[in-house]
């Protein structure tokens, strides 16, 4: 977009997901044509992307989807839940999460999808056997394996490399046996390396998130109830430092993929005492919710010596 330093800042009042934050990127001016060209680097199959525009609480936004191959949008693109070599079959995703209102196919705990959700309209099913998965190495690989910047690469593989720490705390792993579903692995990484393009693209180096507004509640998953904040994004918003606000919002707006963007790559909780704003960016979540926007807004600001 141009060669001088830029600062990004995140406004988390209603929450974060990753494809939020592609969708937000997009719309402050990164390159679609670009992000395109680059995620065909990506040595993997099967997915297509769809940018779009949407109108939320009467604010156009840019909507980001990652489509995956029609054999596999059965599966839970989010990433499901990630667990170690000795996963038991029954423990694969059983879906019909209470998903995020936003990031409509990045959540990567225990599910259960509430379909509608998405739109994708995929029944309930279990699928665990006969599918592959894929480690923090394997996910390793494939950025390397790109034509992503070095910069680009290094912020996906941090990105990851934080989420899979997190999960692998939650469920007494390491982070080198912690595994991603194959179907939702695909879907994740594009959201991440598409955050990492499009932010190389827009010459970010500086990052500021003061807060991430949370929504309240339980999500029902194959484990039963479980708390909002799920427990990968405690332990990313521990790891990080992240401060949390509540929101009057009954369901999660923060999916840990979002907290994972912010654990790895923010630079600041602390707003610049001046800056002057180049363009302003608003990322479509995919359900609405009452008590907040429902928009990822992201500031390109130029921060005044």
Same mark, same amino acid.
């Given at each position: 977009m141009s060669n001088h330093h830029h600062t990004l800042i995140i406004d988390g009042t209603s929450g974060i997901s990753g494809d939020m934050t592609v969708a937000a990127l997009l719309d402050l001016g990164a390159s679609e044509k670009h992000l395109r060209e680059q995620l065909a680097t990506?040595?993997? #199959? /099967?997915? *297509?992307?769809?940018?779009?525009?949407? =109108?939320?609480? /009467?604010? +156009?936004?840019? #909507?980001? +989807?990652?489509?995956?191959?029609?054999?596999?949008? =059965?599966? #839970?693109?989010?990433?499901?839940?990630?667990? /170690? =070599?000795?996963?038991?079959?029954?423990?694969?995703?059983?879906?019909?999460?209470?998903?995020?209102?936003? /990031?409509?196919? *990045?959540?990567e705990h225990c599910h259960e999808h509430d379909h509608e959700a998405h739109g994708h309209g995929h029944e309930g099913h279990h699928h665990a056997r006969g599918h592959h998965h894929r480690s923090l190495a394997d996910v390793t690989a494939i950025i390397d394996g790109s034509q992503l910047s070095d910069g680009a690469k290094r912020r996906a593989i941090a990105i990851f490399t934080a989420l899979a720490a997190a999960e692998a705390k939650a469920h007494g792993k390491t982070p080198e046996t912690v595994m991603f579903h194959e179907v939702g692995a695909v879907d994740s990484i594009v959201d991440v390396c598409s955050v990492a393009v499009c932010l190389d693209d827009l010459g970010i180096e500086d990052i500021v998130v003061e807060s991430l507004s949370e929504g309240h509640g339980t999500i029902r998953c194959a484990h039963g109830l479980m708390p909002i904040p799920v427990p990968a994004v405690v332990n990313l918003c521990q790891a990080g430092n992240i401060a949390l606000t509540p929101a009057p919002v009954a369901g999660e707006l923060v999916t840990p993929t979002g907290a994972a963007i912010v654990a790895a790559l923010r630079t600041s909780e602390h707003l610049p005492a001046r800056y002057r704003i180049e363009a302003v960016g608003y990322g479509a979540g995919k359900r609405p919710y009452e008590g907040c926007s429902g928009t990822l807004r992201c500031l390109l600001v130029h921060v005044d010596a």
């Open positions: 990506l040595p993997v #199959d /099967g997915f *297509e992307i769809a940018v779009t525009r949407a =109108n939320k609480h /009467g604010i +156009d936004a840019c #909507d980001f +989807d990652v489509q995956l191959a029609e054999e596999l949008e =059965n599966h #839970d693109h989010d990433m499901a839940w990630l667990y /170690g =070599n000795e996963a038991p079959a029954e423990h694969t995703h059983e879906h019909e999460h209470h998903h995020h209102d936003h /990031g409509g196919h *990045e959540h």
